[in-house]
């Protein structure tokens, strides 16, 4: 019978954006928002990574999607 899962499973980080809203002090929405808590909180982001490390995460995400020239440029 085969397997149906590989025999070495890789765990993700968690919802990256959800879990840095959650505990960002800045108000939201802002087109930047992300950007914004990276510049000026940056130790909540190391803290959601390390959670997410000590949680099991093999692989760490980048919260950087709104980082894109158009949309820094846009705003």
């Known amino acids: 019978m085969h397997h ?3 025999s070495k499973v890789v765990l ?3 919802g990256l954006g959800q879990e ?3 505990r960002s002090s800045r108000p939201e ?3 930047l928002w992300s950007i ?3 510049r000026e909180e940056p130790q909540t982001i190391v803290d959601v990574h390390r959670d ?3 949680a099991g ?3 760490l995400t980048l ?3 709104a980082a894109t020239p158009l949309r820094l440029a846009r705003v």
């Open 52 to 54: 997410f490390l000590m």
């Open 4 to 6: 149906l899962l590989p």
């Open 36 to 38: 914004m808590v990276m």
């Open 63 to 65: 919260n950087n999607y």
């Open 12 to 14: 993700l980080d968690g």
């Open 57 to 59: 995460a093999r692989v």
């Open 29 to 31: 929405p802002h087109p």
């Open 20 to 22: 840095i809203t959650r």
